[in-house]
């Protein structure tokens, strides 16, 4: 696909478990609670519900911890008051970066996202200013040695979905955002499960970034913005050299 970025292969090479457990674990709580707040507590009839509580149980999440943020989210407990909220910005090199963020602070969470921008040669922007760049869509990914990368396309193009990119060992297959759930069930009917489920934002066109110095600034930017305790996902639009960018990532 036109436009995509380096990004999500670094958080691929990196691996979801990078983080502290009990870092990933906050962070599935969030989302887990926003989708009972926003669908209603029952999995069978909220499909980003049961992504979410999927996600928890393939983290290892214990039983209790997921039923207490269900029910947090449905109103059968008290919770945090959750917000979602996405925030744009520009980091080294004059890279579009989207940050999705749920926070029960937003204060706090939009002045730690000015800081790491700042202290990385970036700026934090106004809503609006570089969203525009980049498609949002329904994204699932699948392992391309499991299924074979003709099969899959030929499945995405029956399923419904909008596009497939390759790369790599996977093959990721675009949808309209309301449709990701029934193009998985399109795959799931036909014995093929995807490996991730989520939601994109595909930039539109790609920044290159061929200094050194500038790629590491901005990966350490990414990095350190991921990491956030409300920070959920992170979009960038910048495009990197093979070579460099294994330089970097086997530093």
Not at 4 to 29: E, F, M
Not at 37 to 64: F, H, T, W, Y
Not at 210 to 232: G, I, M
């Amino acid at each position: 696909m036109s436009g995509h970025n380096k990004w999500s292969k670094v958080k691929r090479i990196k691996g979801p478990l990078d983080a502290k457990r009990g870092k990933l674990y906050t962070k599935i709580v969030k989302e887990i609670i926003i989708s009972a707040r926003l669908g209603g507590g029952q999995i069978e009839g909220n499909p980003r519900l049961r992504q979410a509580v999927q996600i928890a149980r393939d983290a290892s999440m214990p039983k209790d911890n997921i039923d207490r943020a269900i029910k947090k989210g449905s109103g059968e407990l008290q919770g945090e008051a959750l917000e979602e909220i996405m925030y744009e910005g520009y980091g080294p090199g004059g890279v579009a970066v989207l940050v999705e963020t749920t926070s029960d602070n937003k204060n706090r969470t939009v002045s730690d996202l000015r800081n790491l921008f700042k202290s990385w040669g970036g700026n934090l922007g106004e809503a609006g200013g570089v969203a525009w760049l980049f498609t949002h869509y329904g994204s699932l990914l699948f392992d391309k040695a499991k299924y074979g990368e003709d099969t899959l396309m030929e499945v995405a193009l029956d399923a419904g979905a909008q596009d497939v990119s390759t790369h790599d060992d996977n093959v990721e297959v675009f949808t309209t955002p309301s449709d990701v759930y029934k193009v998985k069930e399109g795959f799931e009917k036909v014995g093929m499960h995807p490996t991730h489920v989520g939601f994109s934002y595909v930039a539109k066109t790609s920044v290159p970034v061929e200094s050194k110095e500038t790629a590491e600034k901005l990966l350490k930017l990414l990095e350190e913005v991921e990491d956030h305790d409300d920070v959920q996902r992170v979009h960038a639009n910048f495009e990197m050299d093979d070579k460099l960018f294994a330089e970097l990532n086997h530093k």
